[in-house]
């Protein structure tokens, strides 16, 4: 469980901070959004959902946001000019220019004052010129945002287990400090969607990699056992059978990603009541998400964008 020390642990009233635009019909356009974001009224943000794009190959009508195996250029472009038209991001009817990234799950973080001439390969934006929106692309992974409220300037980070073992988020709030001296206890961060710790099963490696790397890693992790009806009926058999401390059943391990960057965030400065989640997990809710791990890998991609309204 991702534990939220300022608020209730439910799922429920995490949800209830989201603030959801337009109806939940599922051929209108809907995006999530966080609300301690959302009162920078100086910035545009929005995490996408499924609903409301043009792409077929995923069932309905589909927002998806990236370039996938699956579907047609067009109707990817198509649906990335309806989700710039509904967060705002337009200029005199003009859509902002849209940056996003080659990612590889890496700590690797771009700062941008415009298109930039050759596509960028990396895991991390950040910005401070206006009419520009910056996104990074998810199906499982988590998004992050990250606004300065008191230089105006933004940033988005993609974050996996790899990215997150590799302090992506740490490094952007430092990527922030350098290119526009932000004062952490400025920052504003909202995670989005992604799958959490209820689904996200991992391997004994990743565990590893976490504890090797933060103090606090073991703790990021739940212990399932499997169950067995066998062994449960007939525990004396398997004590036998095998030496002391190989007895055990074995477990499944699941990794809460949300409270991996909520650590680093506050280990980074962020203030506890700056930082929000928003939006439930990916892999529970595929019929509003698009999950990776909840369809098998045939699926399309959500996106987390921020930017900066021009004055
Ligand atoms: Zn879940």
Sequence with gaps: MTRWPDQPMTRSSRYDRTVVT????????????????????????????RHGGVSRVYGGNALNLGFTKQDSRAAVERNRELFLKELGATNRDKNWPLVSLR?????????????PEQPLTGDGLVTDTPGLLVAVQT????PIILADR??????VFHAGWRGTVKRIVEKGVGEMRKHFRSD?????????????????EVGGEV????EAQFAYGGSLFREVKESDPVREKYPLLFLTAR???????????FLDLVEANRRQLLDAGVLAKNIDAVGPCTACHPELLFSFRAEKGVTGRLMGAVGIRPE
């Design 22 to 49: 337009k109806g939940v019909a599922k051929n209108k356009l809907q995006l999530l959004r966080s609300e301690r974001l959302g009162k920078l009224a100086w910035t545009v943000h929005a995490f996408s959902t």
């Design 103 to 115: 990612q590889i799950h890496s700590d690797l973080i771009h700062r941008v004052e415009g298109m």
């Design 139 to 142: 199906a499982d992974c988590l």
């Design 150 to 155: 008191t230089r105006r300037s933004v940033g």
């Design 184 to 200: 952490p206890r400025d920052l504003v961060a909202a995670i989005g969607p992604g799958v959490r710790g209820c689904c996200y």
């Design 207 to 210: 565990r590893t990699r976490f």
């Design 243 to 253: 030496a002391p401390g190989h007895s055990e059943l074995p477990v499944k391990l």
